[in-house]
């Protein structure tokens, strides 16, 4: 059951990645029209900076359990080497439990503040008014999501390390090697 969980939460992070960089494309798109609608006509689409703000917010939301499952996110590893390699595995655990621990406290803040903007109605302070809940709701979800992959993973790593897989969880938790960076870069 965890590796059908651990497999669909993958593909759907994948899928939300695919989502947040639509909605980056998309107020690129906007962004452009607004510049040729300035310049050649001095007409303003207004709002077009505010709605790219919140579609930058929400994308990065939603990728960044994307990141966790292809450990991309940045890591501070130039002591590593100088730790014996069998600490490796707890090491890369303790990292990210403390970055799973710190997504949690920031959902924990965010869902007070949603809760807030619902319960009073908050709109943007710009000609828009946009009802703020619009943009923070669905960057709660990217983040919920993203605590969601973090235990996820923490505990299917934990699962490779008892069956004595530490190969298995070195490419699950791990620092990339160069060759797999390399990889990364050439496909």
């Not at 992070?13 to 609608?37: C, H, P, Q, R, Y």
């Not at 007409?43 to 919140?54: H, K, M, N, P, T």
């Not at 590593?80 to 403390?98: R, S, T, V």
């Amino acid at each position: 059951m965890l590796d059908k969980l651990f497999t669909g939460a993958r593909t759907c992070s994948l899928w939300l990645t695919w989502l947040g960089g639509a909605l980056i494309v998309l107020s690129a798109f906007l962004v452009t029209l607004e510049v040729f609608l300035r310049k050649l006509f001095n007409v303003s689409l207004g709002g077009a900076d505010e709605i790219s703000g919140y579609a930058f917010g929400v994308a990065t939301a939603l990728a960044l359990s994307f990141a966790l499952f292809e450990r991309a996110h940045i890591r501070v590893d130039a002591l590593l080497g100088a730790i014996p390699k069998a600490l490796h595995p707890y090491i890369n655990l303790l990292g990210l439990l403390l970055l799973t621990g710190f997504a949690l406290v920031i959902v924990v803040m965010v869902w007070g503040m949603v809760g807030d903007t619902l319960d009073n109605g908050s709109r943007s302070i710009t000609p828009m008014r946009v009802p703020l809940a619009i943009p923070q709701i669905p960057w709660l979800l990217g983040w919920v999501f993203f605590v969601f992959s973090g235990v996820l993973i923490a505990l299917v790593a934990i699962r490779q390390h008892f069956r004595g897989d530490e190969a298995g969880v070195q490419n699950l938790i791990g620092v990339k090697s160069l060759d797999e960076q390399i990889e990364d870069e050439t496909v």
